[in-house]
């Protein structure tokens, strides 16, 4: 893929991911649900490792200077940069039924649930425990709907990025 189309392609799904992050579900003050997860791991079963947390990092700053919610906060930034090495590592170049759900579950567990949980303590007025306790029926609530999702997205949209060269195409 050249540089243009790879940059081109980068910022339509930047693009894509920031308008799904502003339209939400809100479930609490600090959890709602979101599908721009589908967009994220999108971006890593394309792109390598460096360019997937390079994405995240801009994506991230960029999104809240476009919808703004509460206080910036770095942490949530390293959240994102994390459940991007996570697709990254599990999808790049190899996507199976078993990597997406390894992906997603680790995404829900690392960072939806213990580092959301840590950043909202650090960030507003309850404790770790707290969130925690929020956190984990909801991740766990969604995580199959999630998962059944993306395959089913992933399916429907694997031969346009085959046609275009964005993934290598199946034998």
Known sequence: MTDIK???TLALFMAVNIVLNALYIPVTDSLRIT???VVMMMVA???DFK???VYAFIEDILAYVVYPTGAF???YTLGAMVSMAIYSLCLFKK???KRIITARFLVSIINNILLNSIW???LLSK???FYVTASIPKNLILLPFEIIIFIIFYRLIKPILERYDLIKRSS
């Open 45 to 47: 079963i394309i792109y």
């Open 51 to 53: 360019t997937c947390l």
């Open 95 to 97: 996507v199976t039924v």
């Open 6 to 8: 790879k940059i081109a």
């Open 127 to 129: 404790g770790f425990v």
């Open 35 to 37: 599908f721009a997860f």
């Open 73 to 75: 906060f770095f942490g």
């Open 120 to 122: 909202n303590t650090v």
